[in-house]
């Protein structure tokens, strides 16, 4: 994938926790030990987060190894009812884009109406290949594609709030309504669009894990590890695809 400078990828991850990655308060974990596999059943959803070629080998924003998700994903999707799909889905000209501001480039900070925003190259621009959900994925029974992102002034990396904080994308009325309350977050990228889905869906009180085989992470100078203690610290529970039931 692009590479950026220690000093880009430092200030990418200050403008990550200034969005909102890092709260300052919320649901705390607590110590949990997992005894026999978990059979998902009809108040559990699968979120297959942003699996699309953008962000696999010869993506825009390629995931070092994101396609190797694809087999695990299809595997223990067998085991759900309810599977949400996420999609990245930008419109030209994004504010997210490093193209959209003369003289940045991707992986520099700027400031926005909401916040830091990290800068990216032009990646799932909406209708292209690029933004394309991999054509492997084998989830027939999924219900739902949520597209994201799709708002030019706003950055989207959860499923459930855009990055003003303030945006929902309806998904916690869709899955409240449904009568889910367990949600297992896969997809790409762990450090980003991954952490910030389970980290809303646990402010949102649902019980989460996320099934860290069925993730890959970007790592901007460490950046999957302080995503993974953030999300302990606030209940998510990490788990691997061998600890589901399979049908």
């Not at 010869?58 to 799909?85: C, S, W, Y």
């Not at 930008?90 to 926005?112: D, R």
Request: glycine share 8%; with cysteine; hydrophobic share 40%.
């Amino acid at each position: 994938m692009m590479k950026a400078s220690s000093l880009s990828r430092r200030a990418a991850l200050r403008a990550l926790s200034g969005a909102g990655l890092y709260w300052a308060a919320g649901l705390q974990g607590t110590a949990w030990a997992r005894t026999a596999k978990i059979k998902p059943g009809a108040s559990s959803a699968l979120i297959v987060v942003d699996v699309q070629n953008c962000f696999v080998t010869g993506g825009t924003l390629a995931v070092k190894h994101g396609e190797d998700v694809v087999p695990v994903i299809n595997r223990i999707a067998k085991a759900f009812q309810n599977v949400v799909l996420t999609q990245d889905w930008h419109p030209p000209g994004h504010a997210s884009f490093a193209s959209s501001y003369p003289g940045k480039k991707p992986f520099e900070t700027i400031t926005l109406a909401y916040g830091d925003q990290a800068l990216w190259p032009d990646h799932c621009v909406q209708g292209t290949p690029d933004a394309a959900l991999d054509a492997q994925l084998d989830i027939p029974q999924a219900e739902l594609i949520l597209r994201k992102g799709f708002h030019k002034d706003v950055d989207s990396y959860s499923a459930f709030e855009e990055a003003d904080r303030k945006t929902s994308t309806g998904l916690q009325g869709y899955l409240s309504q449904r009568g889910i309350d367990t949600v297992f977050v896969t997809g790409l990228a762990t450090d980003f669009c991954v952490a910030w889905t389970a980290l809303d869906a646990r402010k949102a009180s649902f019980d989460t894990y996320v099934i860290e085989d069925a993730c890959r992470g970007i790592d901007l100078n460490g950046s999957v590890a302080a995503a993974w203690k953030t999300m302990t610290e606030h209940g998510v529970k990490r788990i691997q695809s061998t600890d589901i039931e399979l049908v």
